[in-house]
C-alpha cells in the first residue's frame, strides 16, 4: 500500500507570494493533518481534515488555510507569505479521526516526507 | 504553551548499548502517545504506540514505558544500532484534544559504531 504522498517537494517563493500544498493520504484512510516543523519548533499542529470538513485548527493566522476533497485528498494554502513561513510542511493520515471526547483506541497518523518551502 | 517536552536535544550512545529517551508532558487529559522517528528530508516514521491503559509496550528492540504519576514517558532502544540515528519525536493526544497531536521538540540520538 503506497504512502502518504506530498507535492511538491520543495518550493521557493518570495515574500507576499501565496502557495498551495498537496497531500495524498494512504488508501482508505479519510483524516488528514497538517503540521509546520520549524527548527527547535517540533512539529506544530495546522489543522486537521475529515469528510471534507476542518475538525480541528491550531494556533495560526488565517493566512493559513486548507481543504480537503470527497477522494480524501487535502490542501493547504499559505497566502501574503512571510519570511517566517520557511518551514517543513508535514501531512499526516489516519484511518478516521478520533472524536473530541472519544474513547481509544487512538487511531496512528502516518506522515509523507513533507514540503520544504522557503521564503525569500 | 509546550504541552509535551523533551528536555534532551542529544543523545549520544555506544552501538550495542540503550539508548533511553525521555518525554514529559502537562495535560493530565493526554491517554495515548506515540513515539517517531525522522530522519533528514524524510517525514517522522511510526515507530510504537502505547495507550494510557497500558504502562509498557514492547516492538522488537524498542520499548515504551508510561508513568501516568509522573506524566512521563521514556522509549528505549536496546541494543543500539547506528541505523538508529536519527531525530526521534514523542507525540500526545487526549480525549479532549479530538485528533490533534501535541509533539515533543525532538531528541537528536546518535549511536556511535
Redesign the interface.
Known sequence: KAG?T?TPRYLIKTRGQQVTLSCSPISGHR?V?W?QQTP??????LF?Y?SETQ??K?NFPGRFSGRQFSNSRSEMNVSTLELGDSALY?CAS?LV??????????????????T?LLVL | DQQVKQNSPSLSVQEGRISILNCDYTNSMFDYFLWYKKYPAEGPTFLISISSIKDKNEDGRFTVFLNKSAKHLSLHIVPSQPGDSAVYFCAASGRDTGNQFYFGTGTSLTVIP
Open positions: 502518504v506530498q483524516s493533518s503540521y527547535g519548533q517540533g512539529l506544530q499542529f486537521e475529515f475538525r480541528n491550531g508535514l489516519s479521526p478520533r472524536l473530541a471526547g472519544g474513547h481509544l483506541p487512538q487511531e496512528t497518523q502516518y506522515f509523507g516526507p513533507g520544504r
